[in-house]
C-alpha cells in the first residue's frame, strides 16, 4: 500500500536511503514541492516514534505532507535502527548521521537550508531529535538548524526534574491510572 501523498500532485514523494558510519542502509521518504516557494523550500528531517524499539518512516506521512502544504518544506523521514536488536547508541548514532547526510544533501533536493532547517520528531522521535539537535550545535554542523519540533518528546525522566519546574512536572498525576 502506498502512503498518503502517492495521491496528491503538490507533492512529489520517492523513498531513498542513507549509509550510516558501520555501512548499513537505512531508508527514507522524501517529501517535496511539485511547485516550490520562491522564498525557498526549507529541509525538515522528522524522526519517528515508537519506543525506540518499533516504527518506521511511514509513521511521519502526515506530518510531512503537512509541512510540505504549510511551509512549501521539503521532508524527509527517517528510518533508524531499533532496540533491542540494535542496542544504544545504535538508534541515535544513525539519527545523527542521516542529519549530517541531510545537510550534505538538502541542496539537490530542491532544499534551502537558508530559508529553514528544522529536526523534529514525536515521542521517542522528538528524544532522538533534542539529542542530534545537541550534536548539531556542539559538532557546528554546516549547514546550522534553525530550529527544532518535538511532538511529545522524551525528555527527563521520572524523578529527574529540577526543582525550580517541578511545578509544571504534574502529568503523571494527572494521568494516573487511564488507558494509554
Not at 511547485?35 to 511511514?58: A, K, L, V
Not at 550534505?104 to 522528538?126: E, H, I, L, P, R
Not at 556542539?138 to 511545578?167: C, F, H, N
Request: with cysteine; glycine share 12%.
Amino acid at each position: 500500500m502506498g502512503s498518503l501523498s502517492d495521491s496528491d500532485p503538490a507533492i512529489k514523494h520517492s523513498e531513498i536511503s542513507y549509509t550510516t558510519r558501520d555501512g548499513h542502509k537505512n531508508r527514507v521518504k522524501l517529501y517535496q514541492p511539485t511547485n516550490p516557494p520562491s522564498s525557498g523550500s526549507p529541509m525538515i528531517m522528522m524522526i519517528h516514534g515508537g519506543g525506540f524499539c518499533m516504527g518506521g518512516p511511514e509513521g511521519d506521512d502526515q506530518t510531512c505532507r503537512n509541512f510540505v502544504h504549510a511551509f512549501g518544506a521539503t521532508c524527509i523521514s527517517i528510518a533508524y535502527r531499533l532496540a533491542p536488536e540494535f542496542p544504544f547508541p545504535s538508534g541515535p548514532n544513525d539519527c545523527w548521521d542521516a542529519l549530517q547526510w541531510a545537510a550534505k544533501n538538502a541542496k539537490s533536493w530542491g532544499a534551502d537550508t537558508s530559508a529553514g532547517f528544522v529536526v523534529g520528531g514525536t515521542s521517542s522521535g522528538g528524544n532522538l531529535a533534542a539529542i542530534v539537535a545537541h550534536l548539531a550545535r556542539d559538532e557546528k554542523l554546516s549547514p546550522p538548524l534553525t530550529g527544532q519540533y518535538l511532538a511529545i518528546p522524551t525528555l527527563v525522566g521520572r524523578g529527574k526534574m529540577p526543582e525550580k519546574y517541578q511545578k509544571y512536572y504534574f502529568s503523571y498525576e494527572q494521568n494516573k491510572g487511564k488507558a494509554t
